[in-house]
């Protein structure tokens, strides 16, 4: 009876501990959520464009960071700063951060997201491009918005699923959210997200793909945080698997390509 007290009062001790230093490391994220609003609102206001790049992306491995999540980019181009497009597959909220971390990105995003609490702000600051799919007249909007992203040396990225999955496998991807890239011609940059981590269990050090930061379903960004925490150390792989030149291909074509290109590396 008395041993079994002890290991009840010892499970109990840490799993007050694990609690306590959620609700600090969470505290943290969102003072680091509110000084991103002050940067995109001073910086992005009023910086140039290689000071505005450098921020965002140490910014954004700084968050990451904070959130119990490490980077590691694989197969990325070091002496590209022409103007590209990033499709990649769309796991969590945590792959926009990621995928800034290495090229600071103006995202295609939902209009929904301008309403989050804080953070709308912040990428509305920053540059997002928002859509409106009941609307069809979005199309040769973004066209336009997109165009002159890419001509005034910007890099822009969508996730073509539309949607995030468990990051097991890869949804279709939409061909109508590619049209805006594709009829500028420009290039894409094809980009597999996948997150790892090493299980807790005794004599276990080799990593695994885990679902721990999955931002599925009804989950709320504190249940996404929540088990990231519990999974941590947690490492987001962003792998570059090639680039596409769009001139003389369809929005079809383009999206067919890198659907199949990340399919291969996330399913291996």
């Known amino acids: 009876m008395g041993a079994d007290l002890d290991f009840r009062r010892e499970v109990d001790r840490r799993q007050k501990l694990m609690d306590i230093a959620f609700y600090w490391r969470t505290a943290r994220l969102f003072a680091k959520l509110l000084q991103g609003v002050w940067i995109s609102a001073t910086v992005f206001a009023r910086g140039d464009a290689?000071?505005?790049?450098?921020?965002?992306?140490?910014?954004?491995?700084?968050?990451?960071?904070l959130a119990g999540i490490e980077i590691r980019a694989v197969g990325f181009p070091t002496d590209a700063e022409r103007p590209v497009t990033l499709v990649a597959n769309h796991v969590s909220w945590a792959d926009i951060f990621a995928l800034n971390s290495q090229r600071a990105c103006h995202f295609i995003a939902k209009a929904e997201l301008r309403d989050w609490p804080i953070a709308g702000r912040m990428i509305t600051n920053a540059g997002t491009v928002f859509i409106d799919r009941s609307d069809r007249k979005e199309t040769h909007r973004l066209k336009a918005v997109v165009h002159d992203l890419l001509a005034s040396g910007e890099t822009v990225a969508v996730f073509p699923e539309g949607t995030t999955s468990d990051g097991s496998d890869v949804m279709k991807f939409h061909a109508s959210l590619l049209e805006p890239i594709v009829a500028s011609e420009g290039e894409v940059w094809v980009v597999a997200v996948r997150y790892f981590h090493v299980p807790r269990s005794k004599g276990v050090s080799a990593e695994v793909r885990t679902d721990a930061a999955a931002y599925i379903g009804d989950l709320s960004l504190m249940d996404s945080l929540s088990a990231i925490h519990r999974a941590e150390p947690v490492t987001v792989e962003v792998r570059f698997v090639e680039a596409i030149n769009c001139a003389g291909l369809t929005r079809r074509e383009v999206a067919q390509r890198a659907e199949a290109g990340i399919r291969a590396v996330v399913q291996s």
């Not at 290689?50 to 960071?65: E, I, M, N, Q, Y």
């Open 50 to 65: 290689a000071r505005r790049h450098a921020v965002a992306r140490k910014w954004s491995r700084d968050l990451l960071r």
